[in-house]
C-alpha cells in the first residue's frame, strides 16, 4: 500500500475565492498521479493524469502542478464556484503497478 | 456517462444472505477495480482484474469474491452478509495502467 495523504482533509471556501490543497506521495518509483472529482451522489470521474516532474495540467479554472522529487501535487481551484464542490481525490501509480486513492479533500463553496 | 455499467442498481437483502453484482467494463478496457464506500467513508479499493486474471487486492473481505469473465465483464460476490456490508460498491474500468472510469454504483442495503 502506498503511503498517501491529502490536506486539508476539508475546506470552505467563499463563492469567488481562490484554494489550493496538496496530495503527498512516496517520491520512489513514481510512475503517474490521478486526479479524481467526485461530486455527491455521484460517480468519481478523472480530472489529470500527470506523470512529468513539473507537469502542470489545467481545466478551466482548476490546475494542478506535480513536484515528484518531493512527492507532492497541488491542486487549485480559481474563483472557486458553488458547481466546484466536491472531494477531490489523488492516486498516485508506482512503476510496479501499485496504486493507492487518498481519502480526498473536501471542498465546499459557498455562495 | 462513463460507459462502465453497473447492476443492479440498488439491491436490498438480509443478513446472512449472498449476493452478486455485475460490472461491464468501457469498451476495450481490459482492468476491472471494485471498491466500497460504506457511509461517511472514502473510497476503499477491494480488488482489480486485469483481462480476467487477480491483478491485486485490496481490504476484500475473504466472504467476498470476484472474477472477471472472457467477455471481461466482472462479478462481486457477497457472501454471509452482515448489516455492516450495506454501502455503495462501484466498479471501475481502465485500458491498463490510467485513468479509471468509474459506473454509477450498486447500493447494497443489508436488514
Given at each position: 500500500?502506498?503511503?498517501?495523504?491529502?490536506?486539508?482533509?476539508?475546506?470552505?471556501?467563499?463563492?469567488?475565492?481562490?484554494t489550493?490543497?496538496?496530495?503527498?506521495?512516496?517520491?520512489?518509483?513514481?510512475?503517474?498521479?490521478?486526479?479524481?472529482?467526485?461530486e455527491?451522489?455521484?460517480?468519481?470521474?478523472?480530472?489529470?493524469?500527470?506523470?512529468?516532474?513539473?507537469?502542470?495540467?489545467?481545466?478551466?479554472?482548476?490546475?494542478?502542478?506535480?513536484?515528484?522529487?518531493?512527492?507532492?501535487?497541488?491542486?487549485?481551484?480559481?474563483?472557486?464556484?458553488?458547481?466546484?464542490?466536491?472531494?477531490?481525490?489523488?492516486?498516485?501509480?508506482?512503476?510496479?503497478?501499485?496504486?493507492?486513492?487518498?481519502?480526498?479533500?473536501?471542498?465546499?463553496?459557498?455562495? | 456517462?462513463?460507459?462502465?455499467?453497473?447492476?443492479?442498481?440498488?439491491?436490498?437483502?438480509?443478513?446472512?444472505?449472498?449476493?452478486?453484482?455485475?460490472?461491464?467494463?468501457?469498451?476495450?478496457?481490459?482492468s476491472?477495480?471494485?471498491?466500497?464506500?460504506?457511509?461517511?467513508?472514502?473510497?476503499?479499493?477491494?480488488?482489480?482484474?486485469?483481462?480476467?486474471?487477480?491483478?491485486?487486492?485490496?481490504?476484500?473481505?475473504?466472504?467476498?469474491?470476484?472474477?472477471?469473465?472472457?467477455d471481461?465483464?466482472?462479478?462481486?460476490?457477497?457472501?454471509?452478509?452482515?448489516?455492516?456490508?450495506?454501502?455503495?460498491?462501484?466498479?471501475?474500468?481502465?485500458?491498463?495502467?490510467?485513468?479509471?472510469?468509474?459506473?454509477?454504483?450498486?447500493?447494497?442495503?443489508?436488514?
Open positions: 500500500i502506498l503511503n498517501v495523504e491529502q490536506s486539508p482533509q476539508s475546506l470552505h471556501v467563499q463563492e469567488g475565492d481562490s489550493n490543497f496538496t496530495c503527498s506521495f512516496p517520491s520512489s518509483n513514481f510512475y503517474a498521479l490521478h486526479w479524481y472529482r467526485w455527491t451522489a455521484k460517480s468519481p470521474e478523472a480530472l489529470f493524469v500527470m506523470t512529468l516532474n513539473g507537469d502542470e495540467k489545467k481545466k478551466g479554472r482548476i490546475s494542478a502542478t506535480l513536484n515528484t522529487k518531493e512527492g507532492y501535487s497541488y491542486l487549485y481551484i480559481k474563483g472557486s464556484q458553488p458547481e466546484d464542490s466536491a472531494t477531490y481525490l489523488c492516486a498516485p501509480w508506482d512503476s510496479w503497478g501499485k496504486f493507492q486513492f487518498g481519502a480526498g479533500t473536501q471542498v465546499v463553496v459557498t455562495p | 456517462d462513463s460507459g462502465v455499467t453497473q447492476t443492479p442498481k440498488h439491491l436490498i437483502t438480509a443478513t446472512g444472505q449472498r449476493v452478486t453484482l455485475r460490472c461491464s467494463p468501457r469498451s476495450g478496457d481490459l476491472v477495480y471494485w471498491y466500497q464506500q460504506s457511509l461517511d467513508q472514502g473510497l476503499q479499493f477491494l480488488i482489480q482484474y486485469y483481462n480476467g486474471e487477480e491483478r491485486a487486492k485490496g481490504n476484500i473481505l475473504e466472504r467476498f469474491s470476484a472474477q472477471q469473465f472472457p471481461l465483464h466482472s462479478e462481486l460476490n457477497l457472501s454471509s452478509l452482515e448489516l455492516g456490508d450495506s454501502a455503495l460498491y462501484f466498479c471501475a474500468s481502465s485500458v491498463d495502467v490510467g485513468t479509471q472510469y468509474f459506473g454509477p454504483g450498486t447500493r447494497l442495503t443489508v436488514l
